[in-house]
């Protein structure tokens, strides 16, 4: 068996970082969409609360403890 002539170990060598620094690439590319999608979904979701709480204020409902609503004493709603 022969030795493997240096050029075309310094081809492969070549050829095989190159892939790896198209993968980082695209993972770092993919790891910075999740993320952006993670704040988005973050701020829809703080969004959401704020508008359901106003809701609920509307309405004359307070969340009490364990996450249980009642009405706000004096509301209209309280006032049967």
Do not use: H, W, Y
Not at 2 to 7: F, G, N
Not at 25 to 36: L, N
Not at 50 to 75: C, F, H, R, W, Y
């Amino acid at each position: 068996m022969s030795e493997p002539d240096p050029k075309s170990v310094q081809d492969m060598t070549v050829v095989v970082q190159t892939l790896l620094q198209q993968m980082q690439d695209k993972f770092q590319t993919m790891s910075d969409q999740i993320i952006g999608r993670i704040d988005e979904m973050s701020t829809r979701i703080d969004d959401l609360e704020k508008n359901i709480a106003d809701l609920m204020t509307q309405a004359g409902v307070e969340e009490g403890e364990g996450g249980e609503t009642k009405p706000i004493e004096g509301s209209a709603q309280g006032a049967d």
